[in-house]
C-alpha cells in the first residue's frame, strides 16, 4: 500500500479575525516536506506552530496559500494524517486497547485486534490493554496517544509538543522510541518542539520560526547519521545553529534548551 | 481501606444519633408537649400498627405508582427534548427560550391551573410530577451534551467518524454523568412533588395519610410518614447511584485523582 505523501505548503498565512481585530498568525509559509522525512518545527510560544499544525490536520479553516498532499488541496480532517495532540486527549471512558482502537472501521475484527496489539508492543503498552487513561503515567499516555494515530497507518503523523510534559529522562527515552517508530512504520513525521536537542536528535530537517507574525526564519538540515551522539563534535555544532537563530550566542551550548 | 470507609459511613451517623437521644430526653421528659413530639418509641409503636395494618404498604404503594409514572413521562421527555436542543441548532434555537421562560415557573404554581384543568384525579397528580422531573432531566442532559470537550470531537473529527459511532463514542459517554445526575435530580424532584400533590388533593397515598392525621392531631402519625418519605427517597437515590457506580466507573476513578 502506498502510504506516503508529499506535503507541500505554499505561501500559506493565516488570519484570526476577532469582532473589531484582525491577528496574522502564519504570514507567507512555504514548506516541502518529502515522503518518509521526519521534520521538527521549534519555536518560541504563540509563534503559530500549533496554527500550523492544525492547518495540516485539516481541524482550522479559512487560510491563504495552498496546503498541498501529493498535488492535491486538502480538505478537511483525515484518516491520512494522524495527530498526536499536545494534551494527550485519551478518551476517558475508553480502555486503552479501544483508544487505540478508535481509528479503525471496524475495532472488533481479527484484523483490527491484530493491529491494536502490534502498535501497543509498538509504543511499549503491552499488558496495558485493559487500563483506562488515568491510570497511566504522562509518558505512557503520550505512547498510547501515538500507537492510536499509527493504528490506521497514516503517511503522515503530525505531533504537537508530544513530549512537552515529560520529565528528561523519560523524555530521552521517548526520543529512541519515537525514531525507531518512525523508522519501522516509515512514514512521514511533522514534530512542534521546544527543545533544541530533541529536534537535533530526531529530525532530518529543522524549521526554525519566529513570532509575530509567524514565519520560518530558517530551515536547517541535519545530515547526522543515526542513533545520534548528543556530545560530538556535529551535533554541537548544529545547536550552535540553531541557538544562533534565537539570538542565544554562548559559549555553553549545552545548558539551553528554548 | 475497608476500616477507613466504614469510620467515614459511621461518622455520618453520630448527628443523627444525637439528635434521636436530645428528641428522646425533650419528649420523655416533657419538655415539649407529647401531642406536638411524641417520643420515639410511640412513632415505633404507631409506624409497627400502621405497617401490619397494611395501611402503610397501601399507600406507600400509591405513592410509588404515581412517582413511576410521572418519572417515567417526566424523565423521559426531559431526556429527549434534552438530547434534541443539544444535538441540533433549530430546536436548540426554536425551543430553548421557551424553555428557559417556563421553567423559571415554580412547578408549585401550576397547581391551581392544573386543578382546574385535570381536577383533582390521577391526571393532576402525573402530569405534576412529570412536570417536576421534566425540568432537571432536560436540562441535565442539555447541559451534558452541549459540554462534550470540542478536544474530544477533534480526535474523532481527524477519524472521520459517522454521526452514529460519533454519538456512542464521544457524545453519548460524555454527557452521560450528567444525564445521571439529571437522573436523580428528578426523581427525588418526582417524589418531593409526589406528596405535594397528596397534601392538595385526596386520594389515597402517603402524602393523603398526613394530611388526614394533621386533621385528627395524630402528629405520631404524621411523622412516621415525614421518616417514610425521608427513607423511601433516600433509598431510591442510593439506588441511582449504584446504577451510576456500576455504568460509570471510569467516571468515579478519574474525578476521584
Ligand atoms: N482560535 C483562535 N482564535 C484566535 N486566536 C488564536 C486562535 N488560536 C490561536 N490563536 C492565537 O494565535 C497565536 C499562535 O497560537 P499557537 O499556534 O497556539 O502558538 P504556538 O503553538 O506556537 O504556541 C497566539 O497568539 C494565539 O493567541
Ligand atoms: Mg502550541
Same mark, same amino acid.
Given at each position: 500500500?502506498?502510504?506516503?505523501?508529499?506535503?507541500?505548503?505554499?505561501?500559506?498565512?493565516?488570519?484570526?479575525?476577532?469582532?473589531?481585530?484582525?491577528?496574522?498568525?502564519?504570514?507567507?509559509?512555504?514548506?516541502?516536506?518529502?515522503?518518509?522525512?521526519?521534520?521538527?518545527?521549534?519555536?518560541?510560544?504563540?509563534?503559530?506552530?500549533?496554527?500550523?499544525?492544525?492547518?495540516?490536520? +485539516?481541524?482550522?479553516?479559512?487560510?491563504?496559500?495552498?496546503?498541498?498532499?501529493?498535488?492535491?488541496?486538502?480538505?478537511?480532517?483525515?484518516?491520512?494524517? +494522524?495527530?498526536?495532540?499536545?494534551?494527550? @486527549?485519551?478518551?476517558?471512558?475508553?480502555?486503552?486497547?479501544?483508544?487505540?482502537?478508535? +481509528?479503525?472501521?471496524?475495532?472488533?475484527?481479527?484484523?483490527?485486534?491484530?493491529?491494536?496489539?502490534?502498535?501497543?508492543?509498538?509504543? +511499549?503498552?503491552?499488558?496495558?490493554?485493559?487500563?483506562?487513561?488515568?491510570?497511566?503515567?504522562?509518558?505512557?499516555?503520550?505512547?498510547?496517544?501515538?500507537?492510536?494515530?499509527?493504528?490506521?497507518?497514516?503517511?503522515?503523523?503530525?505531533?504537537?509538543?508530544?513530549?512537552?510534559?515529560?520529565?528528561?529522562?523519560?523524555?530521552?527515552?521517548?526520543?529512541?522510541?519515537?525514531? @525507531?517508530?518512525?523508522?519501522?512504520?516509515?512514514?512521514?513525521?511533522?514534530?512542534?518542539?521546544?527543545?533544541?536537542?530533541?529536534?537535533?536528535?530526531?529530525?532530518?530537517?529543522?524549521?526554525?520560526?519566529?513570532?509575530?507574525?509567524?514565519?520560518?526564519?530558517?530551515?536547517?538540515?541535519?545530515?547526522?547519521?543515526?542513533? @545520534?551522539?548528543?556530545?560530538?563534535?556535529?551535533?554541537?555544532?548544529?545547536?550552535?545553529?540553531?541557538?544562533?537563530?534565537?539570538?542565544?550566542?554562548?559559549?555553553?551550548?549545552?545548558?539551553?534548551?528554548? | 481501606?475497608?476500616?477507613?470507609?466504614?469510620?467515614? !459511613?459511621?461518622?455520618?451517623?453520630?448527628? #443523627?444519633?444525637?439528635?434521636?437521644?436530645?428528641?428522646?430526653?425533650?419528649?420523655?421528659?416533657?419538655?415539649?408537649?407529647?401531642?406536638?413530639?411524641?417520643?420515639? !418509641?410511640?412513632?415505633?409503636?404507631?409506624?409497627?400498627?400502621?405497617?401490619?395494618?397494611?395501611?402503610?404498604?397501601?399507600?406507600?404503594?400509591?405513592?410509588?405508582?404515581?412517582?413511576?409514572?410521572?418519572?417515567?413521562?417526566?424523565?423521559?421527555?426531559?431526556?429527549?427534548?434534552?438530547?434534541?436542543?443539544?444535538?441540533? !441548532?433549530?430546536?436548540?434555537?426554536?425551543?430553548?427560550?421557551?424553555?428557559?421562560?417556563?421553567?423559571?415557573?415554580?412547578?408549585?404554581?401550576?397547581? #391551581?391551573?392544573?386543578?382546574? *384543568?385535570?381536577?383533582?384525579?390521577?391526571?393532576? !397528580?402525573?402530569?405534576?410530577?412529570?412536570?417536576?422531573?421534566?425540568?432537571?432531566?432536560?436540562?441535565?442532559?442539555?447541559?451534558?451534551?452541549?459540554?462534550?470537550?470540542?478536544?474530544?470531537?477533534?480526535?474523532?473529527?481527524?477519524?472521520?467518524?459517522?454521526?452514529?459511532?460519533?454519538?456512542?463514542?464521544?457524545?453519548?459517554?460524555?454527557?452521560?454523568?450528567?444525564?445521571?445526575?439529571?437522573?436523580?435530580?428528578?426523581?427525588?424532584?418526582?417524589?418531593?412533588?409526589?406528596?405535594?400533590?397528596?397534601?392538595?388533593?385526596?386520594?389515597?397515598?402517603?402524602?393523603?395519610?398526613?394530611?388526614?392525621?394533621?386533621?385528627?392531631?395524630?402528629?405520631?402519625?404524621?411523622?412516621?410518614?415525614?421518616?417514610?418519605?425521608?427513607?423511601?427517597?433516600?433509598?431510591?437515590?442510593?439506588?441511582?447511584?449504584?446504577?451510576?457506580?456500576?455504568?460509570?466507573? *471510569?467516571?468515579?476513578?478519574?474525578?476521584?485523582?
Amino acid at each position: 500500500m502506498e502510504r506516503l505523501g508529499t506535503l507541500e505548503v505554499k505561501n500559506l498565512s493565516k488570519k484570526f479575525r476577532s469582532r473589531n481585530d484582525e491577528l496574522t498568525v502564519l504570514n507567507d509559509i512555504n514548506l516541502t516536506v518529502q515522503p518518509g522525512e521526519f521534520i521538527s518545527i521549534i519555536g518560541s510560544s504563540g509563534c503559530g506552530k500549533t496554527t500550523f499544525l492544525r492547518l495540516v490536520v +485539516g481541524l482550522e479553516k479559512g487560510y491563504e496559500g495552498e496546503i498541498l498532499l501529493d498535488g492535491q488541496r486538502l480538505n478537511g480532517p483525515s484518516l491520512k494524517r +494522524g495527530v498526536v495532540f499536545q494534551d494527550h @486527549r485519551l478518551l476517558p471512558w475508553l480502555s486503552i486497547e479501544k483508544n487505540v482502537g478508535m +481509528g479503525l472501521k471496524d475495532a472488533k475484527s481479527d484484523e483490527s485486534r491484530k493491529a491494536i496489539q502490534e502498535h501497543l508492543e509498538l509504543v +511499549g503498552l503491552k499488558g496495558f490493554e485493559k487500563h483506562y487513561p488515568h491510570q497511566l503515567s504522562g509518558g505512557m499516555s503520550q505512547r498510547a496517544a501515538i500507537a492510536r494515530a499509527l493504528v490506521n497507518r497514516p503517511g503522515i503523523l503530525l505531533l504537537d509538543e508530544p513530549l512537552g510534559a515529560l520529565d528528561a529522562l523519560t523524555r530521552m527515552y521517548m526520543h529512541q522510541e519515537l525514531e @525507531r517508530i518512525w523508522k519501522q512504520e516509515k512514514i512521514t513525521m511533522i514534530m512542534i518542539t521546544h527543545d533544541v536537542d530533541e529536534a537535533i536528535v530526531l529530525s532530518d530537517k529543522i524549521v526554525v520560526m519566529s513570532s509575530r507574525p509567524g514565519t520560518i526564519k530558517k530551515i536547517i538540515p541535519v545530515p547526522l547519521a543515526r542513533p @545520534r551522539d548528543r556530545a560530538s563534535y556535529d551535533f554541537v555544532k548544529i545547536k550552535e545553529e540553531v541557538l544562533e537563530e534565537f539570538q542565544l550566542h554562548t559559549e555553553h551550548p549545552f545548558t539551553y534548551t528554548i | 481501606m475497608k476500616i477507613q470507609l466504614l469510620k467515614n !459511613k459511621l461518622t455520618g451517623l453520630i448527628i #443523627p444519633l444525637v439528635l434521636y437521644v436530645a428528641w428522646d430526653l425533650l419528649s420523655r421528659y416533657e419538655l415539649v408537649p407529647s401531642t406536638l413530639m411524641p417520643p420515639p !418509641k410511640v412513632l415505633f409503636e404507631t409506624w409497627w400498627v400502621m405497617q401490619s395494618s397494611g395501611e402503610l404498604l397501601l399507600n406507600m404503594k400509591m405513592s410509588l405508582l404515581r412517582v413511576g409514572a410521572g418519572f417515567l413521562v417526566g424523565a423521559s421527555s426531559g431526556f429527549l427534548l434534552g438530547t434534541a436542543m443539544g444535538l441540533w !441548532k433549530p430546536v436548540e434555537q426554536y425551543l430553548n427560550p421557551v424553555f428557559n421562560f417556563f421553567r423559571q415557573v415554580p412547578v408549585v404554581a401550576w397547581i #391551581p391551573f392544573l386543578l382546574l *384543568w385535570l381536577g383533582i384525579d390521577e391526571w393532576f !397528580k402525573i402530569v405534576f410530577i412529570s412536570c417536576g422531573a421534566f425540568i432537571p432531566m432536560t436540562l441535565k442532559t442539555y447541559d451534558g451534551i452541549k459540554n462534550v470537550p470540542a478536544s474530544y470531537l477533534e480526535v474523532v473529527r481527524v477519524f472521520e467518524y459517522g454521526w452514529f459511532r460519533l454519538l456512542r463514542t464521544v457524545i453519548v459517554p460524555s454527557a452521560l454523568p450528567s444525564i445521571f445526575t439529571g437522573l436523580r435530580l428528578s426523581l427525588s424532584e418526582a417524589w418531593m412533588l409526589v406528596i405535594g400533590a397528596e397534601l392538595v388533593a385526596a386520594g389515597e397515598g402517603i402524602g393523603n395519610v398526613m394530611v388526614i392525621a394533621r386533621r385528627l392531631f395524630q402528629t405520631d402519625v404524621v411523622l412516621v410518614g415525614v421518616i417514610v418519605i425521608a427513607i423511601t427517597g433516600f433509598a431510591m437515590d442510593r439506588l441511582l447511584g449504584l446504577l451510576e457506580t456500576r455504568f460509570l466507573g *471510569w467516571h468515579r476513578t478519574q474525578n476521584a485523582q
